[in-house]
């Protein structure tokens, strides 16, 4: 129970890999943030999940690109259960197009989910962070940011640019108690996945040591690795979690 008296929010948390790390942050004692854009019921269903816990737990509705409605998702979710020192920006959505048939709108989309919500998310819970001397800011990246990967450029530029912005934000608050890292998943059984043509996914099978895709459970011990109190000289990192597939 690690995170008992730490307050974090997963954002993009009703389903998939956010929602596996909410549970799995529970299990190691936090209370939880449960963020979604449109899904209510299935972020209801991870709130019953983490209260199995016997953690405090409310979702909380805000798309992360809207500097707007992070304001006030952060502020309900701080007078509702107190300051949050454990930032998950695990938010994310594909727009697949290759280049030459990609519209501005699918390239700008994906860029501001990822990029400007981690920064709205990131700037308005940092500074509680620095004032307590103790935070953890973790950044859901993807592997498609380390190789590329066809009909993904907005994805990997997104992709990318967080995994930077994860290095330099590390330098400049390592002398603050916050820590800021990123987990870069390879190919995970999610809805984001179920999309891909089987044969596609036979590829990634073939481009794969273990031979299969991970699971979000798999994606969410990395997050609670970084997030454990202990892992406090860890910054700045990446952990790929892609059974060996980039390495
Ligand atoms: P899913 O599509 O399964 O879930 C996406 C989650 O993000 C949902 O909870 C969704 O909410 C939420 N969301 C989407 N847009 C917004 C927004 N604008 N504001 C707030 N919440 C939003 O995705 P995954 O679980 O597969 O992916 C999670 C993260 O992991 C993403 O950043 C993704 O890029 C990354 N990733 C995934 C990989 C994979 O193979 N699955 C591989 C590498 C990285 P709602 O339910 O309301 O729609």
Redesign the pocket.
């Known amino acids: 129970m690690e995170l008992t008296g730490k307050i974090s929010l997963v ?9 596996a790390i909410a549970i799995m942050l529970a299990e190691a004692g936090s209370d939880i943030i449960v ?5 209510e019921s ?2 209801l269903e991870v709130v019953e999940q983490v209260k199995k816990h016997r953690r405090r737990a409310i979702a909380i509705q ?4 809207d500097r707007k409605q992070v304001g006030l998702m952060v502020d309900q979710a701080q007078k509702e259960l107190g300051p949050i020192q454990i930032l998950v920006n ?5 727009r697949d197009r290759s280049f030459l048939k990609l519209s501005p709108e699918q390239w700008h989309e994906v860029l501001i ?2 990029l400007d ?1 981690a920064f709205n998310l990131t700037g308005r819970l940092l500074p509680g962070m620095i004032e307590s001397r103790w935070g953890r800011i973790i950044n ?5 940011g380390q190789i590329g990967n066809f009909g993904q450029s907005n ?1 990997a530029v997104a ?1 990318g640019g967080l995994m930077a912005f994860t290095k330099t934000l590390a330098r400049e608050v390592a002398m603050k108690g916050v820590t800021v890292n990123a987990v ?10 179920a999309v891909v043509p089987e044969n596609v996914i036979d590829i990634v099978k073939q481009f794969t040591p273990m031979g299969r ?1 991970g699971k ?1 459970e798999e ?1 969410a011990i990395a997050v609670r690795f970084l997030a454990d109190p202990r892992a406090s000289f860890i910054t700045g990192t990446i952990i790929n979690v892609n059974g060996g597939m980039y390495m």
């Open positions: 954002s993009g948390s009703s389903r998939g890999i956010g929602r963020n979604y854009v449109s899904n299935a972020a805000g798309d992360v690109s695990n938010a994310g959505i594909t989910t990822h919500g859901i990246t993807s592997i498609v994805y992709k870069s998943p390879g190919y995970i059984e999610t809805d984001m996945t895709l979000p994606v």
